[in-house]
């Protein structure tokens, strides 16, 4: 016996551990390796190109432009002039002028500036519409966990059929041999055995399904041995509380980019004040009387202002309200429709609370059943049909539990994605 016991404890610990996975950390491996991770790399490399080109209007700008022209007449004297040996050379009919311009702004009517805000509004605005689909992600993935964790339950559950029907097959069969009982009877337990064993199997190939998927999200293999761990879950039922959802930060998000864009409708009306200088050579140069290449420059201050932006300004702000009071409606419809399943949540967990209790009463009740079914069966008082009942009655009672159990569970990690934790 020593030694049959040595030869167990050196067989079970050569066996590899089963690995066992919490649900933080399947969502963890799901975040990082799901692809909108990388549209979030995307649209802050996006956002950080974009401000440094705008910040690049604040150097100065170099134009460099070139013209050759012949035309069909040139300025001339209507007269001669009456001086002897004084002429005036005509103008050539092919003129030539490369120029360079250098402007710096000084005043854009903070043109620049509002087109930045714009910039990293519309990132925020993406960033929280990715925010959006992750979460929707997370609760995806937590399906399926949950969804892991009731196919090991429910796998389990068939163990302790499996059990109870081994008890009265093993009445059954001595009740048979001894002449009580009809071999039909033993027959029908028999039957229930392999249709157990047929659901066992199918909750197996359920869980693989199940397995692979959360693969999908997460890039690993999980092999059948893994085992999933049931989270622990801590709700609390404040009499008021903050809805806290990643929706709320994209409202705000495009509420900011529509403020910024109001911002840059006032910037376009102001006027726009710039330093500038002009150098060049050409044929003429800045003397028009003077027929020859020659080098030249400009120098001074340009003011710019398009009065005809402000034609459609009054529209465009209009349009712009608009655009505002729409997100406004829509985040006081979704916050209405959040309360509305917040305060669900709060009676679906009361409701399964009460429902466990029972069902703990119920499945004493049904055990206790169970265990008089035996010693009756074994004694001939019921039939094996009666007795498939008792035991049918029990798993159901077991089964309710379960599912409450995972319902719960569920109901509470919803509600704690809806509100704000101190």
């Known amino acids: ?76 004297l209507p007269f001669t002039l009456p001086l002897p040996g004084v002429s005036i050379e005509p103008l050539e009919k092919d003129q030539y002028k490369i120029v360079a311009d250098v402007s710096q702004i000084l005043y854009d009517g903070g043109n620049i500036n509002n087109q930045k805000h714009i910039q990293r509004a519309s990132a925020q605005v993406e960033q929280g519409k990715i925010n959006v689909e992750m979460q929707k992600m997370r609760e995806r993935v937590r399906q399926f966990y949950l969804g892991v964790l009731m196919m090991d339950e429910q796998i389990r559950q068939t163990d302790l059929v499996e059990s109870d029907l081994q008890a009265g097959i093993k009445r059954m069969d001595a009740a048979v041999r001894n002449g009580t009982a009809f071999r039909s009877q033993l027959a029908q337990l028999q039957a229930e055995e392999l249709k157990n064993n047929q659901r066992r199997n199918e909750l197996k190939s359920t869980r693989i399904a199940l397995l692979k998927s959360l693969s999908f999200f997460t890039g690993k293999t999980y092999e059948e041995r893994v085992q999933f761990i049931r989270p622990e879950v801590i709700t609390t039922n404040p009499l008021s509380f903050t809805i806290q959802r990643p929706e709320l930060g994209l409202f705000m998000a495009q509420d900011s980019l529509v403020e910024s864009q109001k911002k840059l409708l006032g910037s376009k009306s102001l006027p726009r004040l710039s330093l500038f200088a002009q150098g060049g050579y050409g044929r003429p140069g800045l003397n028009m009387l003077q027929n020859s290449f020659e080098w030249f420059y400009i120098a001074g201050a340009r003011l710019n202002w398009n009065l005809g932006a402000l034609y459609s300004l009054r529209a465009e702000r209009k349009v712009n309200t608009l655009s505002r009071s729409s997100i406004q409606v829509q985040k006081e419809l979704y916050l209405l429709n959040a309360n509305i399943t917040v305060e669900q949540y709060r009676n679906d967990i009361e409701k399964y609370r009460l429902l466990l209790k029972d069902d703990v009463e119920i499945i004493s009740l049904r055990e206790e059943i169970m265990k008089a079914s035996k010693a009756q069966l074994e004694n ?43």
Do not use: W
């Not at 649900?23 to 990082?32: D, F, G, K, R, S």
């Not at 990388?38 to 604040?58: G, T, V, W």
């Not at 019921?382 to 029990?394: G, H, Q, W």
């Open 1 to 76: 016996m020593k030694k049959l016991l040595f030869l167990l404890c050196l067989y079970t610990t050569g066996l590899p551990a089963q690995e066992t996975v919490p649900l933080e950390t399947i969502l963890q491996e799901a975040m990082a390796h799901y692809p909108l991770v990388s549209q979030r790399n995307l649209i802050e490399e996006s956002r950080h190109f974009s401000l440094a080109a705008l910040n690049r209007a604040y150097l100065p700008q170099l134009n460099i432009n070139g013209q050759a022209s012949y035309q069909s007449e040139v300025t001339s």
């Open 380 to 422: 001939g008082v019921i039939t094996s049909s009666d007795y498939l009942r008792v035991v049918n009655a029990a798993d159901q009672a077991r089964q309710m539990q379960l599912l409450h159990n995972l319902q719960l569970l569920q109901v509470q990690l919803d509600y704690n994605d809806y509100i704000e934790h101190p």
